[in-house]
């Protein structure tokens, strides 16, 4: 498995998100239809010795993390403070969730180090990209208290920027001249930091903050179609939408595939946690919309945007077909009728990354 592979499972589906212990269970007729236990076992154990032979060719710099690759094949880096910052470290205890390679562990310890400090941003909503995915992760794995500790009060940080009035968490501080309180999709893969939060302390704060921010982007963030806006700016005083945008889309009315990703995973998420059907049926919605949409290619790696305007001719997003995949591996298990559906729709995925258009042959170190 080629290394362009290795880093969009590290910088797409952000640590927490390939859930290796949690992976559906069943199991199709057709062979050739779904992901088989096999399979995965081959890819994921591929992923962990490459993970290996990487890390131990990584010098570490607490200030350059691995991100992902740039064009030609140089290592694109990144600092603590940036929302993809979690994302090695978290990919690395996932491998060793996996393999239970004491160097994965050692590298994974190392690199998330520096993100500790993350746990005290009350500027961002990414606490769960940056803290859980990583810390969330080593706790899950290792039962170290510290860990515990650290995503804890990153859940604390992050309640504080709930707004009882709009019923969400402010996801971003910047650009006061065009929103006065944005809620972007994006914001639903942060909710898994307090949902466990409350399942650590027994403290149900935590819980009705995530349910309700679920609660008020599912009223909001949808169009008629069930595509997603990206952000739903709201009145911080009374709770009203004031506008609806697509920031990182080709336009505000535009289908941004990450984002519907994003949302796809998201309300998963959000039903393991409350097993609340409206959650559930949600996720169902947006998954037939991704796979069923006209502008998806037939090899399932969708444009960056589903309406933008020079399809064919448009930049693919492997991101977005990655969080998809991770979300529909874990819809499955709940969406029993349609599991194979999904199944077949993550392998598709899994099979079109190994083809050479995604990948590089560039080894940066």
Known sequence: ?????????????????????????????DANSVVSAAMLQNRLGQLSQ?????????????????????????????????????????????????????ALSNAARTWQAPLEKEKLDSGTHDLGFKVFCSFGTAHRLTGDQHYRDVFLTAARTLSTRFNPNVGAIRSWDHHADVWDFPVIVDNMMNLEL??????????????HIAEQHARTTLKNHFRPDHSSYHVIDYNPETGEVENRHTHQGAAHESAWTRGQAWGLYGF??????????????????????FFNHPNL????????????????????????????????????KYDTVNANQYLAWADGILTSLENENYQTEAIPF
């Open 1 to 29: 498995m080629k290394y362009l592979i290795y880093l969009a499972v590290a910088t797409s589906l952000a640590g927490g998100f390939l859930l290796f212990d949690k992976l559906p269970i069943t199991t199709s007729k």
């Open 50 to 102: 490459k993970a290996l032979s990487d890390a131990a060719k990584l010098p570490f710099d607490s200030t350059s993390i691995p991100r992902s690759l740039q064009e030609d094949g140089a290592l694109d880096v990144t600092k603590s403070k940036t929302w993809t910052s979690g994302f090695y470290a978290g990919t690395l205890w996932q491998l060793y969730g996996f393999s239970k390679e004491e």
């Open 194 to 207: 307090l949902f466990e939060a409350t399942i650590a302390t027994g403290d149900s704060s935590f819980y």
């Open 268 to 289: 998963t998420t959000v039903y393991r946690y409350t097993r609340e059907s409206v959650f559930l049926e949600q996720a169902k919605i947006i998954a037939q919309y």
């Open 297 to 332: 290619p037939k090899d399932l790696i969708p444009y960056w945007d589903f309406d933008a305007p020079n399809i064919p001719d448009e930049p693919r997003d492997v991101s977005a077909a990655t969080i998809a995949a991770s979300g529909l591996l874990e819809l499955a």
